[in-house]
């Protein structure tokens, strides 16, 4: 069975895509598998006294415990908001190392269908967790949702799906379109013409538009927004629906591209209060 792997460092952002993670899991009937990364000092094997050895256990003592525990507290949240519905698989796994490295292993030896971690705010420190965040979007071959501490699930009216209409994120609006009926939200599939876009840019917007209009759905529709910087319309267009969700799809891009270019993507998490679901190409 599919699972949905939650990150996790108990903070309050973590315990709602905790939450999100298993409300999800159980409209979807997929499992959960909650990681926590606890963090210990590298020492060289000695004595089973040695100070440095017992510190090691204890950390991962109380990461275990701390899962133990939402374990427990996710477990009551789902019987009391879904009350009569089938309490999703929940397990947890507690290890030392490299999120991102562990994340994508994860992904083929527990069948993760999606990665979902809490987002952080500009006030919060970027050094750990913010870094976590750039790590697995690096890694993960899954889609993964980063998660507002003010994201509600059951409350999503307006989602946003950015595209540069590109062949590939149609299959994402197919997807979307898909479960839109079961949770009951709108698809807002959004695109920026610059000032300097050409012909050829123009063709492929009508082809994109022909497709999804070959949907025949109200659930679904296209914004062909203008402007000269792609984030700020994109912003400006979310805050005006309100947006509630906000879908990006990562596109695979060369070395060079990545020392030369800002990521749209990086930017979006750093700017947007929103939720962010990130689709890797």
Known sequence: MKTVLVLTDFSS???????????????LELNVLL???YFSIPVIPAGINDAWSKSYEVFKKESETDLQNEVVRLTELFN?????????DLQYLSEFGDLGDHTYKLIDERNIELVVMGGRNKQQSNILFGDDIN?????????????????DLQN????????????????????????????????HVAHVS????GSKEIEKTKLFT????QLATENVLFHNLTGKNIIEELVAFNAQLPADLLVIVQKRRSFLWNIFHESVSKEFIAESKLTILVIPE
């Open 135 to 151: 790590n697995v979007l690096k890694k993960s071959k899954r889609p993964v949702l980063i998660v507002n501490e003010d994201f």
């Open 35 to 37: 990681l926590n990364i």
């Open 13 to 27: 952002n973590a315990k709602k895509a905790a939450q999100t993670a298993v409300f999800l899991a159980g409209k």
């Open 156 to 187: 999503v009216n307006n989602i946003v799906l950015t595209t540069d209409v590109a062949a590939s994120d149609f299959k994402v609006v197919e997807c979307l379109n898909r479960l839109s009926d079961k949770f009951q939200f709108k698809v």
């Open 194 to 197: 610059l000032n300097s876009n």
């Open 210 to 213: 022909a497709k999804i209009n």
């Open 80 to 88: 009391n908001d879904m009350p009569g519905s089938a309490v999703p």
